[in-house]
């Protein structure tokens, strides 16, 4: 008689994957867990205490815990603090508009145009900024615009000048241009070099010239890179408090300033923080805003 053939042991096929599934969440929150509560600790709850401070009130220049819309009304309500909120609005979007449109063709050359070995040490040397302290580069900034600063030396001998930058809008996103600029570029340079070379080859194949290749080819494929590059640029200058207070006179003030001023006057905190929710509210609408513009489907044309 045959001896009947051995089934196959599928019982142990289940605790297989389910032991694997119970490894993958214990590595998952074993690495996950410290960034997690780091959030928590140093933003979360700095972040809620923030915003119950704007519910508190100051009597005999000391903080009050309280339960009062007093700051909110008088903030959202004040004209100061109106103008102040388009002012930096305003100025934080053309930040992002000047550097999103200067920086292009400085990434595009870094991404086509030159050798890797080249492409490195650009890269690095766009890096290199950041090793110094933001406030130290604005400084060096007032050197060139100043009445008597280098580009005034060489303006005026030649009938040009003298250029008035500093106390002004214009030294304010001048500033903000040294803050965001060097990001800017590295960001675009490595969403263009992400560009899968093949759709640009054939681009060209089909007629297309440089130009429109650009256009219709490499800003799609890099639409992602492109728009988180600006969204980084609006968010560093709408909250920037160095270049409008020593490039930008601190007149009209921004949002940064209106805080130091609501601290300085009264030692009024709760006003303070009334202005720095609004300031986060706004850059988190702004950024999801961007993010879905940047990740949402295109319509087909039909």
Same mark, same amino acid.
């Given at each position: 008689?045959?001896?009947?053939?051995?089934?196959?042991?599928?019982?142990?096929?289940?605790?297989?994957?389910?032991?694997?599934?119970?490894?993958?969440?214990?590595?998952?929150?074993?690495?996950?867990?410290?960034?997690?509560?780091?959030?928590?600790?140093?933003?979360?709850?700095?972040?809620?205490?923030?915003?119950?401070?704007?519910?508190?009130?100051?009597?005999?220049?000391?903080?009050?815990?309280?339960?009062?819309?007093?700051?909110?009304?008088?903030?959202?309500?004040?004209?100061?603090?109106?103008?102040?909120?388009?002012?930096?609005?305003?100025?934080?979007?053309?930040?992002?508009?000047?550097?999103?449109?200067?920086?292009?063709?400085?990434?595009?050359?870094?991404?086509?145009?030159?050798?890797?070995?080249?492409?490195?040490?650009?890269?690095?040397?766009?890096?290199?900024?950041?090793?110094?302290?933001?406030?130290?580069?604005?400084?060096?900034?007032?050197?060139?615009?100043?009445?008597?600063?280098?580009?005034?030396?060489?303006?005026?001998?030649?009938?040009?000048?003298?250029?008035?930058?500093?106390?002004?809008?214009?030294?304010?996103?001048? $500033?903000?241009?040294?803050? !965001? #600029?060097?990001?800017?570029?590295?960001? %675009?340079?490595?969403?263009?070099? =992400?560009? @899968? +070379?093949?759709?640009?080859?054939?681009?060209?194949?089909?007629?297309?010239?440089?130009?429109?290749?650009?256009?219709?080819?490499?800003?799609?494929?890099?639409?992602?890179?492109?728009?988180?590059?600006?969204?980084?640029?609006?968010?560093?200058?709408?909250?920037?408090?160095?270049?409008?207070?020593?490039?930008? $006179?601190?007149?009209?003030? !921004? #949002?940064?300033?209106?805080?130091?001023? %609501?601290?300085?006057?009264?030692? =009024?905190? @709760? +006003?303070?923080?009334?202005?720095?929710?609004?300031?986060?509210?706004?850059?988190?609408?702004?950024?999801?805003?961007?993010?879905?513009?940047?990740?949402?489907?295109?319509?087909?044309?039909?």
């Amino acid at each position: 008689m045959s001896e009947p053939l051995p089934t196959p042991d599928t019982g142990s096929a289940p605790l297989k994957g389910t032991s694997r599934r119970a490894t993958e969440a214990r590595f998952a929150v074993f690495w996950g867990a410290p960034p997690a509560l780091w959030q928590a600790a140093f933003f979360l709850v700095p972040l809620g205490f923030l915003v119950a401070m704007t519910f508190w009130s100051v009597k005999n220049f000391r903080l009050t815990p309280d339960a009062t819309l007093a700051n909110w009304m008088f903030i959202l309500n004040a004209g100061f603090f109106r103008n102040a909120y388009v002012y930096t609005f305003w100025l934080s979007a053309l930040t992002a508009a000047i550097a999103s449109v200067a920086a292009f063709p400085a990434a595009y050359t870094l991404a086509y145009k030159v050798s890797p070995a080249v492409r490195r040490f650009m890269i690095f040397m766009l890096v290199v900024p950041f090793f110094t302290s933001y406030p130290v580069r604005i400084y060096s900034t007032q050197i060139f615009f100043s009445p008597q600063g280098i580009i005034n030396t060489v303006l005026v001998p030649l009938g040009l000048g003298p250029l008035h930058v500093l106390n002004t809008p214009t030294g304010t996103v001048v $500033g903000y241009l040294v803050l !965001t #600029l060097p990001l800017v570029v590295l960001l %675009q340079t490595f969403a263009l070099a =992400n560009v @899968p +070379r093949i759709l640009i080859e054939a681009a060209h194949n089909l007629g297309c010239g440089r130009l429109r290749t650009i256009w219709t080819v490499i800003i799609p494929s890099a639409r992602i890179g492109l728009i988180v590059a600006g969204t980084f640029a609006f968010v560093l200058a709408f909250g920037d408090y160095v270049a409008p207070t020593y490039l930008g $006179g601190s007149k009209p003030p !921004t #949002l940064s300033i209106l805080i130091a001023d %609501q601290v300085k006057s009264g030692n =009024n905190w @709760p +006003r303070a923080s009334v202005v720095a929710v609004m300031m986060i509210v706004t850059l988190m609408v702004v950024m999801l805003v961007m993010i879905g513009f940047a990740y949402g489907r295109r319509k087909e044309k039909a």
